[in-house]
């Protein structure tokens, strides 16, 4: 004897055309809504991009790079500097991170408040 456990779920009904077109189409607008969110965190994050101006895909990802570029630049030069003053780079960033972790941890406490 088969048991309850035994049975496989009954299949959903068929979509109609219409349904899965209906179904498409939100799920393409959630896709460009989170793609235009993505963008609009960009903005927010890089110095050299503003609300105010043209803000095409080409010139957010190309700003977004060179800021990339730039940080990491900054990044390579201080850790020369923490070498030539005797510190070891793993220890700073470590703490770094720590520090990161921690206030980012104080923040999600905040919000849950």
């Not at 990044?75 to 703490?95: C, F, R, S």
């Amino acid at each position: 004897m088969s048991s309850d456990k035994d049975r496989k779920p009954s299949l959903p009904a068929q979509l109609s055309d219409e349904q899965k077109k209906i179904n498409h189409i939100q799920s393409e607008q959630r896709r460009r809504e989170q793609i235009r969110s993505t963008y609009d965190k960009l903005v927010d994050i890089v110095p050299d991009l503003t609300t105010k101006e043209n803000r095409s895909e080409l010139s957010i990802l190309t700003k977004t790079s060179s800021y990339i570029r730039k940080l990491r630049e900054e990044n390579e030069g201080l850790l020369d500097e923490t070498k030539k003053q005797g510190i070891d780079p793993e220890t700073v960033i470590n703490e770094i991170n720590f520090k990161y972790d921690e206030k980012n941890a104080t923040a999600k406490r905040e919000e849950m408040k």
